[in-house]
């Protein structure tokens, strides 16, 4: 695939990564809910539900709320 600008950007590209570290960012919020839950790891209890909710969200919410704003914008 071709860059779309001449200073060899790809927006496309970028917009990918982002979305990919929104969900990995999701993913280890969650992860780190479920182990303040399991008592794995020895922080403030109810973080635990919180992290694993906003983590959730962030992981499938949030890249499909982005991509709609990017592709509305278009």
Do not use: C, N, Y
């Not at 927006?11 to 794995?40: D, E, H």
């Amino acid at each position: 695939m071709a860059p779309d600008h001449k200073d060899g950007h790809d927006p496309a590209a970028a917009r990918f990564w982002t979305l990919q570290f929104i969900r990995l960012s999701g993913m280890l919020t969650a992860i780190l809910g479920a182990l303040i839950i399991a008592k794995v790891i020895f922080l403030p209890e109810p973080l635990g539900p919180i992290l694993l909710v906003l983590g959730s969200a962030e992981f499938f919410v949030l890249p499909i709320a982005l991509a709609r704003k990017w592709k509305s914008a278009e």
